[in-house]
């Protein structure tokens, strides 16, 4: 069994050297076959430099090479495709994720789990701008994926080849890999972590993500429940308005006929036509997404970045290419 670790690294200069010693001690304790892959999302400052020396230094080490910043995710997604071992684990490059922890995302693997996940139980961040929010936004991601978690933004997680090799990444859709996956079926369990503050460099992200993750679950939702069949969604919503609004339209319509109500001065007309209007729309926005349903399961997925070089990588990526 081979284990590739996965670092998205973004202006970490001060934390690389750190977090290779300490993960490459504890890579060689497990005794098993190893690769480290830095994928360097753009930094501006020495990251890039220090991380062609480590693979100069050590054939272990894998470095992607971004042609700009193309956030986290997309960092991510690059270490899966270039990852050729049987078991991809990812983590942070600042150090705030503890190495020592890798060995029982393994046992858990080797127990038969398919994803096994990190939670950050002690997190050493800002409660009011970032623990609060992420406690928050973890109630809701439960609640509608039904992937129980207490923590999907922990990067630390281990992955079966085969449930990364056939997952696609877009946006901030990294934490909602457990529950992309949950739609192919797989297994999963979460363990506790150790998490430390960060020493160097400052965070990448302030409230604003809250934002963006729970937009992001919005697709995840619909791409989890009705991808395949959007005309149910759409459908339906579009039935109960254009229903509703017809029947309002025929009440009046017999009113006017049979009791001589008149039509005009009655606002009522005009929520009619409204409901029946949306409902037609919906329906055809259904239909719409169902063509598109089609094309995308059907076309070839194009990459969400574009690597400038690689350090000692081989071409694993074309595997998911096709
Ligand atoms: N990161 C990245 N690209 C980005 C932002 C962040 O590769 O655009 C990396 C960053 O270097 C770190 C990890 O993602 O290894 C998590 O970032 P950060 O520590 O800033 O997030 P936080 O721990 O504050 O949630
Ligand atoms: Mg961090």
Same mark, same amino acid.
């Given at each position: 069994m081979k284990i590739s670790v996965v670092v998205p690294t973004y202006n970490e200069e001060e934390n690389i050297r750190l977090l290779y010693d300490e993960l490459s001690e504890v890579m060689r304790a497990t005794g098993y076959e190893y690769e480290v892959l830095f994928v360097d999302d753009g930094s501006s400052d020495r990251t890039l430099s220090i991380l062609i020396t480590l693979h100069n230094e050590d054939s272990h080490i894998g470095v992607i090479r971004f042609r700009r910043n193309f956030g986290q995710t997309a960092a991510m997604s690059a270490g899966f495709d270039y990852a050729s071992g049987d078991v991809i684990i990812t983590m942070d490059a600042?150090?705030? =994720?503890?190495?020592?922890?890798i060995p029982r995302f393994i046992e858990k693997i080797d127990e038969g789990y398919d994803v096994v996940t990190g939670w /950050?139980? =002690? /997190?050493?961040?800002?409660?009011? =701008? *970032?623990k609060l929010p992420s406690m928050i936004a973890n109630k809701i991601i439960s609640w509608t994926t !039904?992937?129980?978690?207490?923590?999907? #933004?922990?990067?630390l997680k281990a992955f079966r080849r085969e449930v990364i090799k056939n997952i696609r990444l877009y946006g901030?859709?990294? *934490?909602f890999i457990p529950a992309i996956a949950s739609g192919m079926g797989i297994s999963f369990t979460e363990i506790k972590v150790n998490h430390r503050p960060r020493r160097f460099g400052t965070s990448k992200y302030g409230i604003s993500r809250t934002i963006r993750v729970i937009l992001d679950l919005i697709t995840v939702k619909f791409l989890l429940?009705?991808?395949? /069949?959007p005309i149910q969604i759409f459908g339906l919503l579009g039935f109960i308005s254009g229903s509703v609004g017809f029947i309002i339209a025929l009440i009046m319509t017999l009113q006017r006929q049979f009791f001589d109500i008149p039509l005009s001065d009655r606002p009522l007309l005009l929520l009619a036509i409204l409901l029946i209007f949306i409902g037609i729309q919906f329906v055809s926005i259904g239909l719409i997404a169902e063509l598109q349903a089609r094309t995308y399961h059907e076309t070839q997925e194009k990459p969400v970045y574009f690597v400038r070089e690689t350090y !000692?990588? #081989?071409? =694993?990526r074309a595997e998911r290419q096709g």
């Open positions: 600042d150090l705030q =994720n503890d190495p020592h922890d /950050r139980h =002690n /997190r050493q961040d800002a409660f009011i =701008n *970032r !039904g992937v129980a978690l207490h923590d999907y #933004g922990c990067t901030e859709m990294h *934490r429940s009705y991808a395949t /069949r !000692g990588v #081989g071409s =694993n």
